[in-house]
Structures are given as C-alpha cells and as structure tokens.
C-alpha cells in the first residue's frame, strides 16, 4: 500500500453531514491544511464503533491547520497551528491552480 499524501501536500477536509460515530471534528470539515506525516495504517475506527471489522485499512496522516484561518477570532500569534490526526477518506488533494 501507498500512501496517497506525501508530507507538505495541501489537502482540504471534505465537508460532509456523516451519520454515525464520525472521528472527524465538524469545526475542521471545510478547511485546508498541510500534511505534517503519515502516520500508517489503521483499522477504521467509524466501522469499529460499529462492532464491524474496521477493514480495509485505511492511511491516517497528521494534518497540521493555521488556528487563525480555523478560528478568525483567534486573538493568539500568528503562526500558531492545531494538529489533528485524520483519515485519508476524509481528506481531498487542493489543486493549485483552483487557490
């Protein structure tokens, strides 16, 4: 397997209403962030919650955000920046041309 993302890829969060137990925080659906590292392959917790077998085994990867584009209230530095551990089915590659 390969991982779909290389470290610094710019990927956006997609931005969906899923039913069920989701691992993904609604506040970051929508925005975009860098790749920090990949992080290897897991059993998909959302099919786990489930008492389901988690497979395939899905690519989760350290997604690193600017707080300030998060939150544009943010009142800290500017260079500030939330982590957050997410699966590849939630994230979609950010063309460049689109910026």
Same mark, same amino acid.
């Given at each position: ?28 659906? !929508?925005?975009? $962030? ?6 290897? =392959?897991?059993?998909?917790? /959302? ?28 009142? !800290?530095?500017? $260079? ?6 997410? =699966?590849?089915?939630?994230? /979609? ?7």
């Amino acid at each position: 397997m390969t991982p779909r993302f290389a470290p610094a890829a710019q990927v956006r969060v997609r931005k969906v209403d899923a039913p069920g137990h989701i691992r993904t925080p609604w506040y970051i659906r !929508g925005h975009e $962030g860098v790749i920090e590292r990949f992080c290897g =392959y897991f059993k998909n917790p /959302e099919e786990l919650a489930y008492l389901r077998p988690g497979t395939p085994l899905r690519a989760l990867y350290r997604v690193r955000f600017k707080q300030a584009q998060v939150w544009p209230q943010y009142g !800290g530095a500017p $260079g500030d920046t939330l982590d957050i551990d997410l =699966y590849e089915h939630w994230l /979609e590659p950010v063309e460049e041309h689109v910026r």
